[in-house]
């Protein structure tokens, strides 16, 4: 029943005569995209939502400020099948390699019916669609349909390039931090959900450590793998994971034994709070959803 899409991943490949310009001009790459079949007076208004929603997707999983900019084709720019449509859109950001220009991440298109005419030129089979909803109103109360050909709505990204501005976004450099690079990548982006660290290993904060990777990776082991470190000083395993992206830090320690709680390290601001031990679970799911 219409209105309604097809979403896909995959490799892609395209006679680059030249390849030049890192990710942006290469022969093989994987590729994000939706085709989304709509009725044609409907298609400039489903244009716009893909077109926004496109743009709230990448803000979301950590693409925003000035960095990321929407750009409207002009005219001139637009593709022989989309002259006739709502028109074409790119979300583009600013890469260290493009600054301060922008490069492409995904490119948004009303692409009208072109398409699927092609297809059923070409193929010669019927492609309209029949729907008993539409048309002129009979004197019965019910509806004479209509035949159509469907519009389409192209959101399509390249993945390879999606994944290179999450992580140039993400890098940062502070030297007044355990380790002085990081990567501050959005909870739901990051490998590492989680880890868990004994202070010392031994005076039962190992035992306790351990019990405590064993919740968490049983409730969140859906969402991604939680670490579980006894190497070296605290301050190098809150680097490795700060380089690694890891959100959150939570520290077995000598009062944890005696008062039952735990510190936990927030990434991105290095601030450490002290939480009961039987509610790191429920922390965790508040800020990573339920696992």
């Not at 992580?167 to 501050?184: G, I, K, N, V």
């Amino acid at each position: 029943k219409m209105p309604f899409g097809i979403a896909q991943t995959g490799k892609a490949f395209r006679n680059e005569v030249t390849p030049r310009n890192f990710t942006f001009r290469s022969r093989e790459f994987e590729q994000m995209e939706i085709e989304f079949f709509c009725h044609p007076s409907e298609a400039a208004d489903w244009y716009r939502f893909w077109r926004d929603a496109r743009v709230e997707f990448w803000k979301r999983v950590g693409l925003a400020g000035e960095n990321l900019v929407l750009r409207e084709h002009d005219r001139d720019e637009l593709a022989h099948y989309a002259r006739e449509g709502a028109g074409t859109s790119d979300v583009e950001y600013r890469f260290p390699f493009t600054a301060p220009g922008f490069g492409e991440l995904e490119g948004i298109a009303h692409r009208t019916s072109f398409d699927l005419a092609q297809h059923q030129k070409h193929a010669r089979v019927n492609l309209e669609v029949f729907d008993a909803e539409r048309g002129e109103l009979l004197p019965n109360g019910a509806r004479k349909g209509e035949k159509y050909l469907p519009h389409v709505i192209e959101p399509s990204a390249g993945l390879d390039r999606g994944v290179l501005a999450l992580l140039c976004e993400a890098y940062t450099e502070d030297a007044s931090r355990p380790s002085p690079e990081l990567l501050r990548l959005h909870p739901e982006l990051a490998p590492i959900k989680a880890a868990v660290f004994p202070l010392v290993n031994k005076d039962g904060m190992p035992e306790i450590s351990e019990r405590l990777h064993a919740e968490l990776t049983r409730r969140f082991c859906r969402l991604g793998p939680i670490e579980h470190d006894v190497k070296q000083s605290i301050g190098k395993r809150y680097a490795r994971m700060d380089e690694a992206g890891c959100p959150y830090c939570f520290t077995v320690d000598g009062e944890t034994v005696t008062s039952q709680t735990v510190t936990v390290r927030d990434r991105d601001t290095g601030a450490q709070e002290r939480i009961a031990l039987d509610r790191v679970s429920d922390f965790l799911a508040e800020r990573l959803g339920p696992g």
